[in-house]
């Protein structure tokens, strides 16, 4: 039966080297939302910034707006792969479970909550474990806290996460605790794709400049630098 985003499979018959020739195709998937992210990302730092000079919002506002085109081409191929991925039958559980969590992490870019719970849930299902699961986990929990306790106590009990670890400090920096921020930063991103630190690497960056002004630096002092 084909599996899609949207479906799930009704069979169970998987072949190893399915899964060991696919490999390759789901670590561009998640490479290209992670760049799509990247775009999301460099938007909202562009709508929360009120210092930021007119005519380099502007050039920042038109490299956005290429980067989303892009992006619309690659969130079509994203999908495309993943229904391809999922079209075929499998019995693994981990490996259905990351393909299901790249799916909800898709519709989260999308801004379609509803149906990333849903792919979320079917993830789960196979593998709640899996790191990309609990990371989608995160993403969809509204409360900086509740994400916060979640990233911190998954990481406790497997320090190797570190897809969790860039995260956790994505939200400390959120929270402008820029030091526990730069200390998480720096102790996962150099274990990570590259495009992990096009995602988080300007966050890195300005939380190494306001821990060298003593820490917790509040917002507005820190827009200064």
């Known amino acids: 039966a084909f599996a899609s985003c949207s479906t799930v499979p009704r069979s169970d018959v998987y072949s190893s080297s399915v899964k060991e020739d696919n490999g390759a195709r789901i670590e561009n998937i998640e490479r290209s939302l992670v760049l799509q992210r990247k775009t999301v990302l460099q938007g909202k730092t562009i709508l929360q910034s009120k210092t930021i000079l007119q005519s380099k919002t502007i050039l920042q506002s038109k490299t956005i707006l290429q980067g989303k085109m892009n992006d619309a081409a690659e969130n079509a191929f994203v999908k495309k792969e993943l229904d391809e991925l999922l079209s075929v039958p499998s019995s693994d559980s981990s490996y259905l479970a990351r393909l299901y969590a790249l799916c909800a992490d898709r519709y989260l870019l999308d801004r379609d909550k509803a149906a990333a719970r849903k792919m979320l849930k079917t993830a789960q299902s196979r593998n709640a474990e899996d790191e990309y699961v609990m990371l989608v986990s995160s993403r969809l929990m509204e409360k900086s806290n509740e994400k916060r306790d979640f990233l911190e106590n998954a990481i406790k009990h497997n320090p190797d996460l570190y ?23 720096d102790t996962s991103l150099d274990f990570l794709p590259q495009e992990y630190t096009e995602l988080y690497g300007e966050q890195r960056d300005q939380a190494a400049k306001f821990h060298e002004l003593g820490g917790s630096v509040h917002k507005d002092s820190a827009r200064i630098v």
Do not use: H, I, W
């Open 163 to 185: 897809r969790l670890k860039a995260e956790l400090a994505s939200v400390y920096f959120s929270e402008e605790n820029y030091t526990a921020a730069l200390a998480a930063f």
